[in-house]
């Protein structure tokens, strides 16, 4: 696919090779998501004090269906800035892993995190180093001191609230990872 491209200099004078430069990378963006309805690249060497070199900033604006994916860079960021093509080619990495993060969200590959499970400690044995907590819909998991976070076993209380992670033990479900909430 052809990417619609505007390239814009500033303070810069305009070259054919770096214009090659953008439409060559700007394409290849085309094959990470192939709806691209837009591409506006504007290439600016900001004004340097004294000795400085100038570094290059690059704005990459991709207009997908629904969004605008924005790409800064900087040249303060990386002083290897200070050659066009670096600045460039870092710039549309950073594209190019956005507009892949974005194609991810679309397709649903993007797992929303589930919430970390609440419990309650139901039943203590701290002789015998175990306990039981109680979830919110009534079922008991067995813990191990071992499976207590930070070495907190001993602060442990019946009645008190945990975070866990469940798994499944040699005999049922066990809580692998029990964490006091404070």
Do not use: W
Request: net charge negative.
């Amino acid at each position: 696919m052809e990417v619609p491209l505007q390239i814009k200099f500033l303070d810069i004078s305009p070259s054919d090779a770096i214009e090659a430069d953008i439409r060559e990378k700007a394409e290849k963006l085309g094959t990470f998501y192939d709806r691209i309805t837009k591409c506006r690249v504007v290439i600016s060497a900001p004004h340097q004090h004294h000795n400085k070199g100038k570094g290059f900033h690059i704005r990459i604006d991709i207009m997908v269906p629904g969004k605008e994916l924005v790409i800064n860079r900087d040249p303060g960021i990386n002083p290897a800035h200070e050659d066009v093509y670096v600045a460039i080619r870092d710039a549309f990495d950073a594209a190019r892993r956005q507009l892949q993060d974005y194609t991810r969200r679309q397709r649903g590959d993007i797992k929303a995190h589930e919430p970390v499970p609440y419990a309650q400690v139901a039943k203590l044995f701290p002789e015998q180093g175990y306990g039981f907590i109680e979830t919110h819909d009534g079922r008991e998991i067995y813990f191990h001191r071992n499976s207590v976070v930070k070495g907190d076993f001993d602060r442990i209380k019946v009645g008190v609230q945990v975070t866990f992670v469940e798994e499944q033990g040699n005999e049922g479900p066990q809580a692998s990872t029990v964490k006091l909430v404070e």
